[in-house]
């Protein structure tokens, strides 16, 4: 283990036994990653700054309550805190993503609607809902490449550094996320058939 690891888990000890002073330490050690990480997803630094404290909250929690168990990984455990509190922040602000196919279609032009007619307004409102629906039922790893492509407009060299995978992964998934939003919403009623890929 290098210096800083030994030092995080003593830090953590330290916190545990009631030393707030050893969390200071913590929170100063690592702030500008974890505020990069959120900075990164949300694109505004309001926003980042709040999660960055949301983060930080948690952790207390968690390690009050005797739950932490990643011992020598405390910066990835806490990067992966920051990181889902800001995908979680995305989901709740956003009502629906501008989502674009490979082909350049974008989601609702798919459907052939009139034009501007009432029946058209209800069937787009519907069809929105539906599409939020649809989002939240694609597999994790897609239903996250998705949302930080096109809620957040990160590129997918920023979402293969957020996610800590290759950038052919995260194409991958993205790739797989739009086949099955295309299939379910031409076959309604088939989102449990989506493709699991990684």
Do not use: C
Request: charged residues 25%; glycine residues 4%; proline residues 3%.
């Amino acid at each position: 283990m290098n210096k800083i690891t030994v030092e995080d888990a003593t830090l953590i000890s330290r916190y545990i036994k009631g030393d707030e002073e050893a969390f200071a330490q913590l929170v100063a050690r690592h702030s500008p990653r974890v505020y990069t990480t959120i900075l990164v997803v949300v694109k505004d630094r309001y926003t980042a700054e709040d999660l960055l404290q949301e983060t930080f909250i948690k952790a207390i929690k968690t390690l009050q309550s005797g739950r932490y168990q990643e011992e020598g990984k405390f910066l990835p455990w806490l990067l992966r805190v920051a990181h889902n509190l800001a995908i979680d922040y995305l989901r709740r602000e956003k009502r629906y993503p501008e989502v674009v196919f490979s082909d350049g279609d974008h989601v609702l032009n798919a459907l052939s609607f009139a034009e501007d007619s009432v029946e058209t307004l209800q069937i787009q409102a519907e069809t929105v809902a539906q599409l939020r629906n649809l989002i939240q039922r694609l597999p994790e790893k897609q239903r996250e490449v998705l949302i930080m492509r096109h809620y957040a407009g990160m590129s997918f060299q920023e979402i293969a550094d957020a996610t800590q995978v290759s950038i052919n992964t995260a194409l991958g998934r993205m790739r797989y996320a739009l086949v099955n939003l295309r299939k379910a919403l031409q076959t309604p009623h088939t989102h449990e058939q989506y493709t699991h890929r990684e």
